[in-house]
């Protein structure tokens, strides 16, 4: 395989987070990746809008959980159950946002990405619409718990909602108020109901054990937890960003773009 398309590759594994789709917000976003990183994001973006694969993955994810929620239906407990649930690659589709992001060049902008979600027009991701409201139809809850901020409750809420979602009431969307970590979030969950399952992108979405942010960290917490993937975890695919590249860059996400594109070479194991 020629040389550029192994850097592509391994870029595609190696990404920024999310940018803007109007103009206003992209001026002020810092143009600060390099042509291997932003190739790499647009190879991510094009993955998840046109690979059958991916969409055989996500139904895969969402069958499993179906038939993990169908056992524990049969085996329903004092507490009513309930489902947390993370929202962005997890059942809502960011890529387009994610490939203009690459076409421009640009890297992460939290305003860009809050004029993103007000929009509320990410699309759900294969399979997602009809497992959620399997699950409401049986009268488990789902909890939306998103480290999206309070102040974009309003897009959120209108993205759920326009989808046909199922979302009784506010309460239900736990957005970020302090803390990174959702420990805390899904405890208070835990107070009134049964949480038998967790859904994420992100393996900070399933469990405190994934709070760690190194490398070593959380693959040593992957295997010491891993009786419950496919079981109590249903983790989707996400190429394009997560925790998983912080930690390859020791979560200095301000490092020069070249400093970043040294780290993903020295990373990517290449057989010559």
């Given at each position: 395989m020629k040389k550029n398309y192994l850097l592509i590759g391994a870029a595609a594994?190696?990404?920024?987070?999310c940018c803007a789709t109007k103009t206003t917000a992209v001026a002020q976003a810092p143009k600060a990746e390099s042509e291997l990183i932003a190739n790499g994001k647009l190879w991510a973006s094009f993955i998840q809008q046109n690979a059958a694969e991916y969409e055989a993955l996500c139904l895969q994810a969402f069958n499993i959980a179906k038939f993990r929620l169908d056992e524990a239906?049969?085996?329903k407990g004092s507490?009513?159950?309930?489902?947390?649930?993370?929202?962005d690659e997890t059942f809502l589709d960011n890529s387009p946002l994610e490939a203009y992001c690459a076409k421009q060049g640009l890297s992460f902008s939290q305003e860009a990405w809050e004029e993103w979600t007000a929009l509320g027009d990410a699309k759900p991701l294969a399979g997602a619409l009809e497992f959620f409201q399997y699950a409401d139809s049986k009268g488990v809850a789902v909890f939306y718990i998103t480290n999206r901020l309070e102040k974009e409750r309003e897009g959120t809420a209108k993205n759920l909602r326009k989808y046909h979602f199922p979302l009784p009431s506010d309460s239900r969307l736990i957005l970020r108020t302090a803390e990174r970590s959702k420990e805390n979030r899904r405890l208070q969950v835990a107070k009134d109901y049964d949480i038998v399952?967790?859904?994420?992108?992100?393996?900070?979405?399933?469990?405190?054990?994934?709070?760690?942010?190194?490398?070593?960290?959380?693959?040593?917490?992957?295997?010491?937890?891993?009786?419950?993937?496919?079981?109590?975890?249903?983790?989707?695919p996400n190429f394009s960003y997560g925790d998983w590249e912080g930690a390859a860059y020791g979560n200095k996400y301000s490092i020069p773009a070249e400093q970043k594109e040294s780290i993903i070479k020295n990373k990517t194991k290449a057989f010559k």
């Open positions: 594994l190696l990404l920024g987070s239906l049969a085996q507490k009513p159950l309930a489902i947390v649930t993370d929202i399952l967790l859904l994420g992108d992100n393996l900070l979405d399933l469990s405190k054990d994934f709070d760690d942010r190194t490398q070593e960290g959380r693959s040593q917490a992957v295997h010491q937890n891993r009786e419950a993937f496919g079981k109590r975890f249903i983790v989707l």
